[in-house]
């Protein structure tokens, strides 16, 4: 199993840009989601999803979309990129929800925003 | 949502036995106690999570006290690979999605 992957996993923008980041995960598991993690801090969710077509907000939603068309498949869309974006973004999956599924992370995508 | 204090370093010797502290005072019935790591540069992992006994897996031990008020993450024998930030996290159970809420963690710092 390759488990989690992201891509790029390095990416420049400049403000007022968009674009997408990939996730995908080869473990079949119903839970994904997405965080951020600023310098020096923990990190922070973003977005989540239960399962194919089911999608909801984390902490920090804002300036960012997600779908889930696929179990495989999780994209984060930045759609108008802006400097307080600059960050490093993962990903990561879990068989199941609850207080005992195991989450599994990527290796991240690191952003900045010029 | 009940929160979790750590200290913001801690240092070891190679080969040495490390204890990571943790207090949760604000811990609730339903809330397990879990610990997740990020080596430089790379994604957290699990380590290992408990609810109320002490437990042993390949990477690590986990203490819980009895009151569930604190716990100690314990890496026996530390080796250069252990250091990174160590995370400790309550996943309260009543919550489907059972959210990781990351906080600043340990940076564990061995030396050879």
């Known amino acids: 199993n390759a488990g989690v992957t992201q891509t790029p996993k390095f990416q420049v923008l400049k403000t007022g840009q968009s674009m997408t980041l990939q996730c995908a995960q080869d473990m079949n598991h119903e839970y994904m989601s997405w965080y951020r993690q600023d310098p020096g801090m923990g990190l922070r969710l973003i977005h989540y999803?239960?399962?194919?077509?089911?999608?909801d907000q984390g902490e920090v939603p804002n300036g960012y979309n997600v779908s889930r068309s696929t179990t495989e498949d999780f994209p984060l869309r930045l759609l108008s990129a802006a400097p307080s974006q600059t960050s490093v973004y993962f990903c990561?999956?879990?068989?199941?929800?609850?207080?005992?599924?195991?989450?599994?992370f990527g290796p991240g995508t690191r952003l900045t925003v010029l | 949502d009940a929160k979790t204090t750590q200290p913001n370093s801690m240092e070891s010797n190679e080969e040495e036995p490390v204890h990571l502290p943790c207090n949760h005072s604000t811990i609730s019935g339903t809330d397990y106690i879990h610990w997740y790591r990020q080596l430089p540069s790379q994604g957290p992992e699990y380590v290992i999570h408990g609810l109320t006994s002490n437990v042993n897996n390949r990477m690590a031990s986990l203490a819980i006290a009895e009151d569930r008020k604190s716990s100690t993450l314990i890496l026996h024998r530390a080796t250069l690979r252990d250091a990174a930030v160590y995370y400790c996290i309550l996943r309260d159970d009543r919550d489907s999605w059972g959210k990781l809420q990351f906080g600043a963690g340990t940076q564990v710092v061995v030396t050879p």
């Open positions: 990561a999956s879990s068989y199941h929800g609850g207080a005992t599924g195991t989450q599994y």
């Open positions: 999803s239960v399962g194919a077509g089911i999608t």
